[in-house]
């Protein structure tokens, strides 16, 4: 099992990182103003942690056996087939993870807006 949550954080982490790439390009057109550049991060990334909650909502739902997830798994596993009662399992570890990422995500949310608060503050 550690296998599998190895590979679904990473498979996570990347997605965000792409995600966090582009939430950082749209807050370069904000860098003219401290206080909207935080308070518009902070919506963006609590944008994220709501997708984030959603898709571990959804994820006992799915069969994680046919999608990247699984596809990655079985590449990490050199090939060797999974048993059916798996998908539960991976299910479980799936919503595991995105909600443990969620909750790193909330943080950074309620960080920027503190640091938006702050700025305001600072300015006014």
């Keep these: ?3 599998a949550r190895t590979v679904a954080d990473t498979l996570i982490r990347r997605n965000l990182t792409l995600v966090g790439i582009a939430v950082g390009i749209a807050l370069l057109g904000l860098c003219y103003d401290a206080v909207l550049l935080f308070r518009g991060g902070a919506v963006l990334v609590a944008g994220v942690w709501l997708f984030l909650v959603a898709a571990a ?3 006992p739902h799915r069969d994680h056996r046919n999608s990247e997830f699984g596809l990655a798994l079985a590449s990490a596993r050199r090939r060797r087939p999974m048993p059916p009662e798996a998908g539960r399992e991976l299910s ?5 993870r995105l909600l ?3 909750d790193w995500v909330a943080a950074l949310a309620f960080g ?6 702050v700025a305001t503050w600072l300015e006014g």
């Design 112 to 117: 920027m807006w503190i640091i938006g608060f």
């Design 1 to 3: 099992m550690d296998l």
């Design 57 to 59: 909502l959804a994820a």
């Design 100 to 102: 443990a990422h969620a």
């Design 92 to 96: 479980r570890l799936m919503q595991e």
